[in-house]
């Protein structure tokens, strides 16, 4: 025998010698196997993004998928419909993520409308959600009825109808929904009587509130006449009354803080037409820009070159009339100057 020893061999090394190999591959690896450092994992192509197949377990994969859907909506610019959903995670993750809207919905924190044919879904804050925890499908119901009317609101009768939730339980439900703070009830100046509802935190539109004209529903005749004697000063008195455009009566008006409610131009351009019409203000020709230019409107006067008792000679009806303002008035001519 001899003295010589064999050197130390690894199980299974004889075999891999044989076979002309080295170390084994990563795919010949089973998942929870012992693996060195220096080997590589094989990702799964539907899993999250930084999670490995042998690091991410099931409910962590769940939670990162979770996390990425509501990251979504961080972008307003995103429509988050079904199509979108599976186009974005792929009908794998899409699948996955089935439970986890549903688990959204059912907490509230996840609101699904219809819009053009296709479901759209929307995410609320915890603190909204907290408001319709515990409420029934016919409160959540009315409440998307009156989030779909938007700032314009919708009446009582109209959410009944589309609703057809009997009179005695919506109103329960409108005293519900206006305690969590998710309602409220609007006066509308074209039926005082009557009620509107509107999402609680929505400015009511013009057609509702009658814009800056109106106080309390009725229309304010003393604030309006104080911002015409307003508009009326600036077109007399800026660019020394040879005219002033919109933009500088509405720039002017802001600096002298005359109005309770910033107007802007559109609701300056009425109060100017009032005016005209009154023929205290007329427009006089285009700036350098091409803006209307207003200037105090010419005295119409209907002071003429005749005496009173000329009318009665024979041939009055022959003759030309004079006014003061430059206006002459033909024989025959029909006039309808107005004082």
């Known amino acids: ?129 907290s408001k319709f925890s515990g409420l029934d499908a016919n409160h959540k119901l009315v409440y998307q009825v009156i989030e779909k009317a938007g700032n314009v609101g919708i009446w009582t009768k109209d959410i009944r109808i589309q609703t057809n939730i009997q009179q005695q339980t919506i109103t329960k439900i409108f005293k519900t929904l206006e305690g969590r703070q998710l309602i409220k009830p609007v006066k509308s100046v074209n039926a005082k009587s009557k009620k509107i509802y509107m999402v609680y935190g929505l400015q009511p539109a013009k057609e509702v509130t009658g814009g800056p004209w109106y106080t309390e529903l009725e229309f304010d005749h003393e604030f309006i006449n104080e911002l015409r004697a307003f508009i009326l000063l600036c077109v007399q008195r800026i660019n020394q009354g040879k005219g002033v455009t919109l933009d500088e009566i509405t720039e002017k008006m802001k600096q002298g803080k005359v109005s309770r409610v910033e107007l802007n131009p559109d609701e300056v351009q009425q109060l100017l037409q009032t005016l005209a019409f009154d023929f205290k203000v007329e427009q006089a020709g285009l700036d350098r820009n091409g803006n209307a230019l207003f200037v105090p409107a010419r005295k119409v006067t209907s002071m003429c070159d005749f005496k009173w008792w000329q009318v009665l000679a024979p041939d009055f009806h022959f003759r030309d009339i004079r006014f003061d303002d430059g206006v002459v008035l033909k024989a025959h001519e029909p006039h309808y100057h107005t004082a």
């Open 1 to 129: 025998m001899s003295d010589r020893k064999r050197p130390a061999t690894t199980p299974g090394a004889g075999t891999a010698a044989k076979r002309g190999r080295g170390a084994p591959s990563a795919s010949s690896i089973r998942v929870g196997a012992s693996r060195s450092a220096n080997v590589p994992i094989k990702a799964d192509p539907d899993a999250p993004k930084g999670l490995s197949t042998v690091a991410a377990s099931p409910s962590q994969k769940r939670d990162a998928l979770k996390n990425e859907f509501i990251q979504l909506f961080s972008d307003p610019k995103f429509q988050c419909t079904n199509q979108a959903l599976k186009i974005h995670f792929g009908d794998t993750r899409y699948l996955e993520l089935v439970p986890i809207i549903n688990e959204l919905m059912t907490s509230s924190r996840l609101t699904m409308s219809k819009i053009g044919g296709d479901l759209v879904y929307s995410l609320v804050s915890d603190e909204v959600a």
